[in-house]
């Protein structure tokens, strides 16, 4: 896989509470500076601040703050769900998102502009918002009695993740037109984002809920994880392979691309492509796993899992098997400041390597399952074994 210079992609659906990840790709370099606008809204500005300090009235204001809330007031104009700007607090939080520890609640949220609300993707598996009932497709409508409209998705990360561990908040949700209040307590969350088991017929079963790049400090990453389980369950004589990638919001591009590249002949994972034509490619090597293969999906596999999917339906190498894919298709490049702030922008889309951007439009599979319409709404990973249709489906197809 040709790696990204100076770089780390990342792409997920969102700003994560706890994060799970979103499209971002992280420069590792920047110094902050930067000029606001036209030289007539610099002057504007610099005549503002001039009048405020030399007549404003009161004297209990704070220059620093009203700067960090212009910047981010400027930013947010550009009224585009995935470019931010993070104050330092929530940029820390930001940058914790891709990695295999954080501390919060355990859910992924993103704006539906359409709604005007805060949405849940995923909650985490395992994690304290999963096991206290908040589930995909709830609206966060207020943190601890404040409410949050779509457009303030970052002030309620903020404020959902505002507390250390073993603190309590009260996160109200609108579910079907009815409202509902779920006291959770913020947990240090340990990802394991790779479960895998051995089924009958030698089938091998992977189940992936983010691409988690390592803590620093350690070499642990979801690819890291799926490779040794693969190799693990080869060891049990695997002969055919089911990768779940159902509610698996998305994470790092990279960590994708080399599960990609485990998986993919020789030849081009995924590339991304500016608006003045820049593209950056991304390639497997020759060595590939050579086995059948089936992927499972639904409406909430999104963004690096897309990645992984679309490779994997283009080169004719696994069937896909479930419901349409969320189609999150464009790259953020996120900027670090020199104060600890940073900003997210949306910079490109990313393309399958037949040359299809999913973006608004989702992966359709091979096969469409749906679940029963009593587990509509479940977690992937909750219903029963014997009632997952697209598991099952998977199952038989490989047993074909």
Do not use: W
Not at 122 to 137: C, K
Not at 159 to 176: C, F, L
């Amino acid at each position: 896989m040709k790696p990204a210079v100076k770089t780390i992609i990342t792409i997920t659906t969102t700003a994560a509470v706890t994060f799970a990840g979103t499209s971002a790709l992280f420069v590792l370099s920047g110094d902050g500076g930067s000029s606001v606008g036209s030289d007539s809204m610099s002057r504007k500005l610099g005549t503002v601040n001039a009048y405020i300090r030399n007549n404003y009235l009161y004297e209990d204001y704070n220059m620093d703050e009203m700067g960090e809330a212009a910047v981010k007031a400027y930013v947010e104009a550009l009224d585009e769900p995935y470019t931010h700007y993070y104050t330092p607090d929530e940029f820390a939080s930001y940058m914790s998102a891709i990695e295999e520890s954080y501390v919060g609640i355990g859910v992924v949220i993103s704006a539906d502009e359409e709604a005007g609300k805060i949405i849940v993707i995923a909650p985490t598996e395992g994690s304290p918002a999963y096991n206290a009932g908040i589930m995909p497709g709830d609206y966060i409508t207020a943190v601890d009695g404040q409410p949050f409209s779509g457009d303030e998705m970052n002030e309620c990360v903020s404020a959902i993740k505002g507390g250390p561990a073993g603190s309590s908040v009260r996160i109200t949700i609108e579910r079907g037109g009815q409202s509902m209040d779920f006291d959770i307590n913020r947990e240090e969350i340990v990802t394991e984002s790779v479960k895998s088991e051995m089924l009958d017929g030698n089938i091998g079963y992977i189940r992936i809920t983010g691409f988690n790049a390592s803590e620093q400090g350690s070499d642990e990453n979801t690819f890291t994880e799926f490779e040794a389980q693969a190799e693990a369950l080869k060891s049990q004589g695997m002969q055919k392979l089911i990768i779940d990638l159902r509610d698996n919001p998305g994470g790092v591009l990279d960590i994708a691309c080399d599960i990609a590249d485990y998986l993919l002949p020789e030849g081009i994972i995924t590339y991304t492509e500016t608006r003045s034509g820049e593209r950056e490619e991304y390639y497997s090597d020759e060595a590939e796993l050579d086995m059948p293969i089936a992927v499972l999906i639904n409406g909430n596999s999104a963004s690096a899992s897309e990645v992984l999917v679309g490779a994997l339906k283009d080169y004719g190498k696994a069937e896909v098997i479930g419901e349409k894919s969320y189609g999150k298709g464009i790259v953020q490049a996120v900027y670090p400041f020199y104060d600890g702030s940073g900003m997210s922008m949306t910079i490109a889309k990313y393309y399958s390597p037949n040359g299809v951007c999913i973006h608004g439009v989702g992966i359709e599979p091979d096969v469409a399952v749906s679940v029963p319409e009593e587990y509509a709404g479940y977690y992937a990973s909750d219903i029963p074994r014997e009632a997952d249709t697209q598991l099952n489906k998977a199952i038989e197809m490989l047993n074909d």
